[in-house]
Each structure stands twice: as C-alpha cells, then as structure tokens.
C-alpha cells in the first residue's frame, strides 16, 4: 500500500514556475511508476507527465512538452513536477498516482493541489 501527498501548488502569474511535490509511504517505492494527473472544472482528467520506477522513462502530454519536467527521488520516496512558463490553460487541480510495475491501473493516488495561472 502507498500514500501519496502532494504539495506546491498555488497561485502563479502566466510565465512562472511552480514545483509540485508527491511523498509516497510505504515500501519498495521503486516497483511503482508515478504519473502527475490534472483536472480543470468541466475538463476530464488528463495524464499530464508520467515516470517509471528508476527514473529513466518519462512520458509527457503534448500539452506540457518542453515546459514540464517529471523527476523522482526514491531515496526520499518523493516525485517532482516542475512547471515551467505556466499558462493559464494549466489551471486546474494537480494529482499525484501511482501504479506498481504489475498492474497497468493507477491504484493510489493523493488528494491533490491546486494550481491557478493567472493571466
């Protein structure tokens, strides 16, 4: 079982930065792959940035290529986004989840961060 916590979210005029945080508990962090999922009022969830257990494989939406940036550290069980020349489309409530390496379903995730960009 994982618990993930997110934070770093806040309020960001168009061009700024933000770094969010996902702190995972629990055990054997490395056997589980971590996407960064976002969520805006009348907008489905979408998969924003995604990394595998080492590190070495990261996936990005076509929306947030070359802006966002996912990493981990998994001596600190911890999973970074950092977000980069924020536009005010990226608006929207930011969730951590995770999947471990046997299963293709995000079964954990974290209770979310919000983000507003301002224009």
């Known amino acids: 079982q994982l618990q993930l916590v997110e934070s770093g979210g806040g309020l960001v005029q168009a061009g700024g930065s933000l770094r969010l945080s996902c702190a995972a508990s629990?055990?054997?962090?490395?056997?589980?792959?971590v996407g960064w999922f976002r969520q805006a009022p009348g907008i489905g969830r979408e998969l924003v940035a995604a990394i595998d257990g080492s590190g070495r494989g990261t996936h990005y939406a076509d929306s947030v290529g070359g802006r966002f940036t996912i990493s981990r550290d998994n001596v600190k069980n911890t999973v970074y986004l950092q977000m980069n020349s924020l536009k005010p489309e990226d608006t929207a409530v930011y969730y951590c989840a995770a999947k471990h390496r046997a299963t293709s379903e995000y079964g954990f995730w974290g209770q979310g961060t919000r983000v507003n960009v301002s224009s």
């Open positions: 629990g055990r054997s962090f490395i056997n589980y792959a």
